[in-house]
């Protein structure tokens, strides 16, 4: 009974999407800090690669620095969830790691998270470790992994990245609600207040995720069928391929 | 995106000093608002950080706006907490749903609540009180990686024009009934996205060309930084340190 009590209060209150910042200070200091040190070797290590990029093209950081606006504003944007009847934000790091490597995207989404956390308070400068796993390794990753996965198999150009974001966002739910849970549980079990914060992130979530699948592969299409030129810089299709053979 | 446009007062004490040193005060006082076991100094700091905000004649409709998610996600959290403990504060029975609010847990959850709130008001006067620049060009004093810095640059430059072609992109979209139906919006939402990356690619390629021709050889050379002076740093030192006795009282 309690079980389903808190089911309905869970969804009644659905917490708006904008929450996949955790926010500052919201984590206990060992957690904060726990999680700096899980960001730290992904960043470190995108940083070495956006390095490498850079030596061969100048044209590289600008790029880079251009996309984190990009992604910046993706997550900043407001879009109107009918289910939860809230306003919610896409997390927008599966369009980077599609398009230069999820190691790179990692260092886009530290920097869109830094602009917001200083900003916008959205997030924070303590959580900022966390906000970095979640967005952006593991939204990252998952969103390059989909991607690469499903074109392997060959699904077409739009198909893997309406997927790539679709999980992208999921996993970044999913690992948000895991990182809350295990920071602010304290003596509570772990279990029962991941699965409250999940279900209060369903509502918004669901629909989000589908509609941050449908916008990676807007972006993809559109990209394909107007500039196919900078699929093929990005080794996405190869020189010469149509958007219909992609 | 509103929240982006404030202007410090520039001249206030707070917008005069050093950003490194704000910046290493306000981290220290993040520490001690994170890692305090009380509800009553991250709220001291908080209302401190608020008073220098106010000072700084940041208007309340901006301060609410940059509060608006924290404290909601804060209210989430709370009532998340509260359904824990044993001690019952209050309770409902109806034939459908119980639901009760435990003492334990609306402590805990009055706990992150007023974390939440300490630390984004710190981190809200070092905002409002410095310009970005200058907080980045304090990181980078602080050893944060290049590349980070320079990437935040480039976005932080090239924030507001790619913002104002989205929103006259979306407007457009608007206007021709683009978002009717849900199909139509993910469409123009996902070609609204599309639009933005290649206005990056080619904005990125156009400023590589600029800065080639003044000399840019991949690394952005930041300004150097003067020295810190004692009437910057040892008032800031004397916050810190009264906090941290606050703290650990």
């Given at each position: 009974?309690?079980?389903?009590?808190?089911?309905i209060?869970?969804?009644?209150?659905?917490?708006?999407?904008?929450?996949?910042?955790?926010?500052?200070?919201?984590?206990?200091?060992?957690?904060?800090?726990?999680?700096?040190?899980?960001?730290?070797?992904?960043?470190?290590?995108?940083?070495?690669?956006?390095?490498?990029?850079?030596q061969?093209?100048?044209?590289?950081?600008?790029?880079v620095?251009?996309?984190?606006?990009?992604v910046f504003?993706?997550?900043?944007m407001?879009?109107p969830?009918?289910?939860?009847g809230?306003?919610?934000?896409?997390?927008g790091?599966?369009?980077?790691?599609?398009?230069?490597?999820p190691?790179?995207?990692?260092?886009?989404?530290?920097?869109?998270?830094?602009?917001?956390?200083?900003?916008?308070?959205?997030?924070?400068?303590?959580?900022l470790g966390a906000?970095?796993?979640?967005m952006g390794v593991?939204?990252?990753?998952t969103?390059?992994?989909?991607?690469?996965?499903?074109?392997?198999?060959?699904a077409?150009?739009?198909?893997?990245?309406?997927?790539a974001?679709l999980?992208?966002?999921?996993?970044t739910?999913?690992t948000?609600?895991?990182?809350?849970?295990?920071?602010?549980?304290?003596?509570?079990?772990?279990?029962?207040?991941?699965?409250?914060?999940v279900?209060a992130?369903v509502?918004?979530?669901?629909?989000?995720?589908?509609?941050?699948?449908?916008?990676?592969?807007?972006?993809?299409?559109l990209?394909?069928?107007?500039?196919?030129?900078?699929?093929a810089?990005?080794?996405?299709?190869?020189?010469?391929?149509?958007?219909?053979?992609? | 995106m509103?929240?982006?446009?404030?202007?410090k007062?520039?001249?206030?004490?707070?917008?005069?000093?050093?950003?490194?040193?704000?910046l290493?005060a306000?981290?220290?006082?993040?520490?001690?608002?994170?890692s305090?076991?009380?509800?009553?100094?991250?709220?001291?700091?908080?209302?401190?950080s608020?008073?220098?905000c106010?000072?700084?004649k940041?208007?309340?409709?901006?301060l609410l706006?940059?509060?608006?998610?924290?404290l909601?996600?804060?209210?989430?959290?709370?009532?998340?907490?509260?359904?824990?403990?044993?001690?019952?504060?209050?309770?409902?029975?109806?034939?459908?749903?119980?639901?009760?609010?435990?003492?334990?847990?609306?402590?805990?959850?009055?706990?992150?609540?007023?974390?939440?709130?300490?630390?984004?008001a710190?981190?809200?006067?070092?905002?409002?009180?410095?310009?970005?620049?200058?907080?980045?060009?304090?990181?980078?004093?602080?050893?944060?990686?290049?590349?980070?810095?320079?990437?935040?640059?480039?976005?932080?430059?090239y924030?507001f024009?790619?913002?104002?072609d989205?929103?006259?992109?979306?407007?457009?979209?608007?206007?021709?009934?683009g978002?009717?139906?849900?199909?139509r919006?993910?469409?123009s939402?996902?070609?609204?996205?599309?639009?933005?990356?290649?206005?990056?690619?080619?904005?990125?390629?156009?400023?590589?060309?600029?800065?080639?021709q003044?000399?840019?050889?991949?690394n952005?050379?930041?300004?150097?930084h003067r020295?810190?002076?004692?009437?910057?740093f040892?008032?800031?030192?004397?916050?810190v340190?009264?906090?941290?006795?606050?703290w650990?009282?």
């Amino acid at each position: 009974m309690t079980r389903t009590t808190l089911t309905i209060v869970l969804l009644a209150i659905a917490a708006p999407a904008h929450a996949m910042h955790i926010s500052e200070g919201i984590l206990p200091l060992p957690w904060a800090a726990l999680w700096f040190l899980v960001a730290a070797p992904f960043v470190i290590y995108g940083c070495r690669e956006l390095r490498r990029l850079s030596q061969d093209d100048l044209a590289i950081k600008p790029l880079v620095g251009l996309l984190a606006a990009v992604v910046f504003i993706i997550s900043c944007m407001p879009i109107p969830v009918p289910t939860a009847g809230t306003c919610s934000h896409p997390c927008g790091t599966a369009i980077p790691a599609i398009l230069i490597g999820p190691f790179v995207s990692v260092v886009i989404s530290t920097v869109a998270l830094l602009i917001q956390a200083l900003v916008m308070a959205h997030g924070g400068l303590s959580t900022l470790g966390a906000d970095i796993v979640s967005m952006g390794v593991v939204g990252s990753f998952t969103g390059y992994g989909v991607f690469k996965g499903l074109r392997r198999g060959g699904a077409s150009l739009g198909m893997a990245a309406f997927f790539a974001g679709l999980f992208a966002d999921w996993a970044t739910y999913a690992t948000t609600a895991a990182i809350l849970a295990s920071g602010i549980r304290g003596s509570d079990p772990f279990l029962p207040l991941f699965t409250k914060i999940v279900i209060a992130f369903v509502p918004t979530q669901l629909p989000l995720g589908i509609l941050e699948g449908a916008l990676t592969a807007g972006m993809v299409t559109l990209l394909a069928r107007k500039r196919p030129d900078l699929l093929a810089k990005m080794g996405l299709i190869t020189k010469g391929d149509s958007y219909e053979r992609a | 995106m509103k929240g982006l446009n404030f202007q410090k007062s520039s001249s206030h004490p707070l917008a005069l000093m050093d950003a490194r040193v704000k910046l290493v005060a306000a981290l220290c006082l993040l520490v001690m608002v994170v890692s305090s076991k009380s509800i009553l100094f991250p709220l001291v700091a908080a209302g401190l950080s608020l008073l220098l905000c106010l000072t700084l004649k940041v208007r309340l409709k901006t301060l609410l706006i940059r509060f608006s998610e924290p404290l909601f996600i804060a209210a989430v959290v709370m009532l998340l907490k509260s359904f824990s403990g044993s001690t019952p504060l209050w309770s409902l029975h109806t034939p459908f749903i119980d639901i009760a609010i435990y003492k334990e847990g609306a402590m805990e959850g009055l706990r992150l609540a007023s974390r939440i709130t300490g630390g984004v008001a710190v981190v809200a006067a070092v905002g409002f009180s410095t310009g970005f620049t200058d907080i980045l060009a304090a990181l980078s004093w602080l050893r944060m990686p290049r590349e980070i810095t320079e990437i935040a640059l480039f976005a932080w430059r090239y924030l507001f024009v790619l913002a104002d072609d989205a929103q006259v992109i979306h407007s457009a979209q608007k206007n021709r009934l683009g978002y009717v139906g849900i199909r139509r919006s993910f469409r123009s939402i996902g070609t609204l996205c599309g639009a933005l990356v290649i206005k990056a690619f080619d904005a990125s390629q156009t400023m590589t060309t600029s800065m080639v021709q003044r000399g840019y050889d991949g690394n952005m050379p930041f300004l150097k930084h003067r020295p810190i002076r004692s009437v910057e740093f040892f008032p800031a030192l004397f916050v810190v340190m009264l906090m941290g006795v606050l703290w650990a009282i």
